[in-house]
């Protein structure tokens, strides 16, 4: 069996999921990833499913699988999203309700799967990605920064019921970051969201992967039920 920990990335394929994936890879983690898409192309010890995180008897399968297949799981990152923009009087049940389903169900199908295998193992760490969009109630993504939201508060809960289990549950909510999903923003938009921000710039990848990296690590067992919000102060 190989001793190196066993990280799980969720929406693995492009963008921030990809960036965590080539992070984890370099910390020498063996990386397990999922997107409604094809694999990302890296290099190191990495294998793909497909799969949509609001199904819960697919999730339930996937979970097991690694776990059966890799002795366990050490590391969980719910980075699966999904953003919708749109004034509230606008947006239309179905969009909100997938939003809530990628988002929020997404992030809890896999972390309570998750947890009851790192419950066995006495070891996890659980890092969900939120957003800005929480700490500046951002008009026209009011169906999405309640998801983000719902996740910081199903993160600070499920924080204080592993807590005796060696499991740790965190949140980073990053800002701007050079997505696709920014195309939704439009420049204008980018540029607003930029100037509420502490830190008024973009921000990397490889800046997001850093701060995941931190909370993965086994070092952090101190910190749980925390929120880190990146170049914004809340």
Not at 51 to 78: F, K
Not at 115 to 143: D, L
């Amino acid at each position: 069996m190989d001793p190196r920990k066993v990280a799980l990335v969720t929406g693995a394929s492009r963008g921030i999921g990809r960036g965590l994936v080539e992070r984890f890879l370099s910390d020498g983690y063996r990386v397990v990833g999922c997107s409604r898409g094809e694999a990302p192309q890296v290099d190191g010890d990495y294998e793909h499913t497909r799969l949509d995180v609001s199904d819960e008897r697919a999730v339930h399968r996937w979970i097991g699988d690694v776990a059966r297949s890799h002795q366990g799981i050490d590391v969980v990152v719910n980075n699966a999203g999904f953003l919708a923009t749109a004034p509230s009087l606008i947006t239309p049940a179905s969009t909100a309700e997938e939003v809530m389903r990628t988002n929020f169900l997404g992030t809890f199908l896999v972390s309570r799967e998750a947890a009851k295998v790192m419950i066995r193992g006495s070891y996890g760490r659980i890092v969900n990605i939120a957003s800005m969009a929480c700490g500046v109630h951002m008009e026209g993504a009011s169906a999405y920064a309640a998801s983000k939201s719902a996740v910081i508060e199903y993160s600070k809960v499920l924080a204080k019921e592993l807590a005796e289990r060696n499991v740790t549950v965190n949140v980073v909510a990053p800002s701007i970051v050079e997505t696709q999903i920014l195309e939704k923003l439009g420049e204008e938009g980018i540029e607003r969201s930029r100037q509420v921000l502490t830190i008024k710039r973009n921000f990397t990848f490889e800046e997001v992967a850093h701060v995941v990296s931190f909370l993965a690590s086994p070092l952090t067992a101190c910190l749980t039920g925390q929120v880190l919000y990146l170049g914004l102060v809340v």
